[in-house]
């Protein structure tokens, strides 16, 4: 029993300090064990901008929107995947020229820089991810995370059916073992209209986690308004669901209660939370009064470790 105590014990303490595979801590050091550190731009979705924010050093992680469109200086109506939010339709920027662009930046900066970007790329539809498949698996080994994101299942408040089937999403997704799958609900919040995740919903993304095999680690999207109305339901789906994190995000018109969102982010751990919200919002988190990471006792391995000192020295 105190042998097997301590094999818990050792076991709990490799685990808390061993940095497994190149995950995102590992591209941005600065941030580890705590993700809020990581710095987002935001609908990258024209040549100008991507440019303005590749040379901005205080960005991590680029967001963009991929839809079917056509590239303004061909004047074609030949449909592409390109970069733009609907009911765009036009674009200056294509996925291909977006990533292009990322990686002949990425080369050029040294590691020891840190200037380097991730990307979080939102699809907006199935054609427009179906389409970019082929073009975003020649850059899934390129050194720099890439995270593919969907809209996958209907969210809270009538929000509307997702534009991106989840089945789709997975079988084509499993092309890219090296991405990050940041998979959420739709959603629709107003003023007159606010609420949170409904445990079925959670529940619905449970299911469709588990009926499809994946092999990336997961990331879940979630608007900040409602998030904030849901702390309990989300702290559990990530600890459910095996190296998952929160990426809040909110709109920048979203009522959003702070003192609610700062307790969903304590609760959750500033190591399994990227903050990508517009500064206002921010600056009202105070995010450098929350403690770092959950309570230890929240990696089960100590919690057995300590179960089992105390019915070690029951016994004796
Ligand atoms: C979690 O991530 C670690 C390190 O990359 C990996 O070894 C492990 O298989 C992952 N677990 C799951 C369930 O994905
Ligand atoms: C997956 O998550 C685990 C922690 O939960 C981390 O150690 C690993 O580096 C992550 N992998 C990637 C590719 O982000
Ligand atoms: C953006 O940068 C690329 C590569 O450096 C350059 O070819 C292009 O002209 C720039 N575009 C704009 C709109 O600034
Ligand atoms: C793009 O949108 C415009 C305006 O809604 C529409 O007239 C046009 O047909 C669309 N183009 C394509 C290629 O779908
Ligand atoms: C690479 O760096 C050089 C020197 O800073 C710069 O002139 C050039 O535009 C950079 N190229 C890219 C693709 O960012
Ligand atoms: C890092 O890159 C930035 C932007 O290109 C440059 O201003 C800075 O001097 C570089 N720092 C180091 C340590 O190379
Ligand atoms: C996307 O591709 C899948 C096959 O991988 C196909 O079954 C589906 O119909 C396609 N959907 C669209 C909208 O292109
Ligand atoms: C708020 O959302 C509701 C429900 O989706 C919608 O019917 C209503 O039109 C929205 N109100 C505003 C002002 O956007
Ligand atoms: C957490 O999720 C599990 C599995 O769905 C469920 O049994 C449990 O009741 C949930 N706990 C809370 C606090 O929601
Ligand atoms: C975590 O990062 C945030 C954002 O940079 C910072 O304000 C806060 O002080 C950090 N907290 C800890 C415990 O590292
Ligand atoms: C987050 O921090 C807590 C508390 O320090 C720790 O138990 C947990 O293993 C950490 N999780 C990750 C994914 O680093």
Known sequence: MFFLSLLF?????GSSIMSNGLGIEDFFPDAKQ?????????????????????????????????????????????????????????????LQMFLDQVKAFNLNVTVANNTRKGVKLDFKSTDAFNSSIQIVTTFDKENFPIWINADILPGPIDAGEPTVDAKNFFKGANLFPNSILSIGWTTQYNDSNTGGYKSSQISDMVDVIKNNKISQNITFPVRAGLAAQSI?????????????????WSSLEDNVDTEKLRLLIKKNGLNKTFIDV?????????LNDLPNGGSPLRNPIWFIALVMLILNFGIN
């Open 9 to 13: 014990l050792l076991l709990a303490f």
């Open 34 to 94: 705590n993700l809020t550190k990581i710095t987002w731009a935001h609908a990258v979705n024209n040549r100008n901008y991507l440019n303005t924010t590749l040379k901005d050093d205080d960005i991590n992680m680029i967001e963009a929107d991929v839809i079917m469109g056509t590239l303004k200086s061909e004047n074609s109506k030949n449909l592409l995947p390109v970069m733009g939010h609907p009911p765009e339709n036009v674009s200056d920027l294509s």
């Open 232 to 248: 309990d339901l989300l702290v559990n789906l990530t600890e459910q669901v095996p190296n998952s994190t929160l990426t809040i």
């Open 278 to 286: 517009p500064r206002e919002l921010l600056e009202k988190l105070h």
